[in-house]
């Protein structure tokens, strides 16, 4: 009962409201017999009811998640993990600023790997918007603060972008002497970010972390899978921008 009600719930925020009311503005358009602008209307509104589905969302996502696994055994001489956004100005522990959803699971990531192994960590990202954090600043001070010696932490500030975090990270590495990484990100941008390192010379040992689509919620079925969603259409989003930019990156190897 409780899916049926979400599934009700989810037709009056957004997406659902904007989908129901462009299909009650179709079937008005049906009943002025604009049959041709209707038609358009409600394929247009068909393609946005699958984009915010968790139905279509998370099979999706899977795509991008399930190919790469984190291995068995960390081979490497340095933890790498890549940002993915952060706020200023936001109260923490320890000072201000905060690292995003993403971001903060693969630091978590990171740390936990790094009190298994003693390798140091390298974070990787700049100041993306001018309202955002210095996700590499914010990244040093949360690391200390989660026991990670200051000796054992390497900060790269400067990437806007995956390309950058390959191409500055590499060039790090190298002046440290470190050429075996174990790169740290969240699974869905691991495709991505594994060819940006290799276009930019080497090889790493991809250890993917937050993971966004269960793989048990695949063998289920609920009215909620079919109830639209700002995660859903976020996600689709998300996957869409990674094939996209994976393309980038192989037209760009070419």
Request: charged share 15%.
């Amino acid at each position: 009962m409780i899916y049926v009600i979400k599934f009700i719930y989810s037709f009056v925020l957004p997406p659902g409201i904007f989908i129901l009311l462009l299909t009650l503005l179709a079937l008005w358009m049906l009943w002025k017999k604009q049959r041709g602008s209707a038609g358009m209307l409600l394929v247009i509104t068909l393609l946005l009811y699958f984009a915010s589905i968790p139905l279509v969302s998370d099979p999706l996502m899977r795509t991008l998640e399930s190919k790469y696994a984190p291995p068995a055994e960390v081979q490497g001489d340095c933890l790498v993990v890549l940002g993915g956004g952060a706020t200023q100005g936001t109260p923490d522990v320890d000072g201000e600023g905060n690292l995003g959803g993403s971001a903060a699971n693969r630091l978590i990531t990171a740390v936990r790997l790094h009190h298994l192994t003693g390798l140091p960590v390298l974070f990787s990202g700049g100041q993306v918007f001018a309202d955002s954090g210095n996700e590499g600043d914010i990244a040093r001070r949360q690391l200390i603060g989660l026991g990670v010696d200051e000796q054992n932490i390497l900060i790269e500030n400067r990437s806007l972008n995956t390309e950058q975090n390959a191409e500055y990270t590499v060039e790090l590495l190298k002046e440290q002497g470190l050429s075996r990484p174990v790169l740290v990100t969240s699974a869905f941008h691991m495709p991505r970010a594994v060819a940006e390192f290799r276009r930019a010379g080497m090889e790493v040992q991809p250890y993917p972390t937050d993971y966004h689509a269960s793989a048990a919620a695949s063998a289920s079925w609920y009215a909620g899978k079919l109830a639209p969603s700002p995660g859903a259409i976020e996600t689709v989003g998300g996957v869409l921008k990674e094939y996209i930019g994976s393309l980038a990156v192989a037209v760009k190897g070419h």
